[in-house]
Nanobody, 126 residues
Framework: QVQLVESGGGSVQSGGSLRLSCAAS????????MGWFRQAPGKERGGVAV???????RYADSAKGRFTISQDNAKNTLYLQMNSLKPEDTAMYYC????????????????????WGQGTQVTVSS
């Protein structure tokens, strides 16, 4: 059974930093996509950053230059380092994963992911 558990959310002031973690278990695919998604109140869930088993990454435009996705395979943990946070980054942040076909690249499309964590709240005040 796949389990994803996020942590590291909290409240910070604009310009601050946070590092989110996602501990994964029960997922054994050699090729995969893992990523961070977020959902603000009244808005649809959208992709922030994704990474594959070769650590190739893709970022949403809103995350480029400020956020960094990484993984520690020995710890089965995914990270999202968020710097220069803005009030518009306020959202529930979710970790997700899916098996990757050999011909496919990871996307930030929510529907491409079928395993999800419960989320961790990030609040950025101005």
């Amino acid at each position: 059974q796949v389990q994803l558990v996020e942590s590291g959310g909290g409240s910070v002031q604009s310009g601050g930093s946070l590092r989110l973690s996602c501990a994964a278990s029960g997922f054994t695919s050699a090729m995969y996509c893992m990523g961070w998604f977020r959902q603000a109140p009244g808005k649809e869930r959208g992709g922030v950053a994704v990474i594959d088993e070769k650590s190739r990454t893709r970022y949403a435009d809103s995350a480029k230059g400020r956020f960094t996705i990484s993984q520690d395979n020995a710890k089965n943990t995914l990270y999202l380092q968020m710097n220069s946070l803005k009030p518009e980054d306020t959202a529930m942040y979710y970790c997700a994963t899916a098996r990757r076909s050999w011909w496919a690249s990871c996307t930030t499309t929510t529907s491409d992911y079928n395993y999800w964590g419960q989320g961790t709240q990030v609040t950025v005040s101005s």
